[in-house]
């Protein structure tokens, strides 16, 4: 079992990963949304979309299974490219929301997160029954995004970030104490911390990446 200060170290190191990524996610977002003619390429071709949103699928639920298994060089490497297929697609939101909505946002954004992660990390409550909730919640989630996109109800996509927002802002909070958890069962290996490290840093990301799509629908300010 690792002591508490070997998962502290640890819990510095995901945030570190987490923070790397979301900087070269925001980097091409905002290279390529000012990149006219790359931009254009990108959102105007079906097959680029799609295939650009393939693999955005296929490196996140590949990091995600084969983690234990690859070398931490080959997990950073799908990491920093999922990041950056990321940034492709959220390069969009600087055509369609206003510069400062997103930057409000995304400070808020940053707000929430670090409280709900302060609060996973520090609460003697056990999260473990909320992960179950908020799997189902989650999975209700998509499905009526889904069904949304042929509805096209603006009322109801409201309503849909409003969920989006309470769901990845408590997921913040559990993913947080299941990473410290899973680290406080460990040996204290440099391959086990390595690994447990870059797997916690992906789960934050996706938790804070979500939680800033939610937030901006919910709140962001349109472009005229």
Do not use: C
């Amino acid at each position: 079992m690792l002591s508490s200060n070997t998962i502290s170290n640890l819990m510095y190191r995901v945030y570190g990963w987490m923070s790397m990524a979301l900087a070269m996610t925001a980097a091409t977002a905002y290279y390529v949304a000012h990149q006219p003619q790359l931009l254009m390429a990108i959102f105007s071709s079906p097959a680029i979309t799609v295939t650009l949103a393939l693999l955005q699928f296929g490196l996140v639920i590949g990091l995600s299974m084969l983690l234990p298994r690859i070398s931490f060089t080959t997990a950073l490497v799908m990491f920093v490219a999922y990041a950056v297929v990321t940034g492709l697609f959220l390069s969009s939101i600087f055509i369609l929301y206003t510069y400062s909505s997103i930057y409000t946002t995304f400070l808020i954004t940053g707000g929430m997160f670090g409280v709900m992660s302060l609060y996973g990390y520090f609460t003697k409550s056990d999260l473990t029954g909320l992960g179950n909730i908020l799997f189902m919640a989650l999975i209700g989630l998509i499905i009526s995004t889904v069904v949304n996109i042929f509805v096209q109800s603006s009322g109801f996509e409201t309503l849909l970030s409003a969920f989006g927002v309470i769901i990845f802002t408590l997921l913040t909070a559990y993913d947080v104490q299941r990473i410290k958890r899973i680290a406080m069962g460990m040996l204290a290996n440099e391959t086990a911390l390595s690994q447990i490290a870059l797997f916690g840093a992906l789960q934050l990301y996706l938790d804070f990446i979500n939680l800033f799509l939610y937030l901006l629908r919910f709140m962001g300010r349109r472009r005229n």
